[in-house]
């Protein structure tokens, strides 16, 4: 899909400040992170160098690294606080599920 005119100037402004190609692939250097999918296409047009296929195989494998680092860091258990908030959203004996770890929760 096309940008529009304040997309075009918004991504301009911020490849020039934050943008960078590494083996083809566009990264946001003030977090190290591959730039979405859609933001790669977008700075295609743009003229930006951007090899596709490389963008996505390591956007996927940015992701998944950060999914990696999150289920670490997590708890095993949640905090009371918690299973009060969910409690309180979903109703007591509902079953949560964190979409990021696949975690099973009755409350």
């Known amino acids: 899909m096309a940008m529009d005119k304040f997309e075009r100037e918004w991504l301009t402004e911020h490849l020039a400040k934050d943008g960078e190609i590494r083996d083809g692939v566009l990264?946001?250097?003030?977090?190290?992170?591959?730039?979405p999918v859609d933001t790669a296409?977008?700075?295609?047009?743009?003229?930006?160098?951007?090899?596709?296929?490389?963008?996505?195989?390591?956007?996927?494998?940015?992701i998944e690294k950060s999914l990696a680092a999150y289920r670490k860091a997590r708890p095993r258990r949640p905090s009371a606080e918690e299973l009060y908030e969910m409690r309180a959203a979903f109703g007591e004996g509902a079953t949560v599920v964190n979409i990021l770890t696949g975690e099973r929760i009755t409350v």
Do not use: Q
Request: no cysteine; proline share 3%; charged share 35%.
């Open 27 to 35: 990264y946001w250097k003030s977090v190290n992170r591959v730039t």
């Open 41 to 62: 296409e977008n700075a295609v047009e743009l003229g930006y160098p951007v090899d596709m296929d490389a963008h996505k195989r390591a956007r996927e494998a940015d």
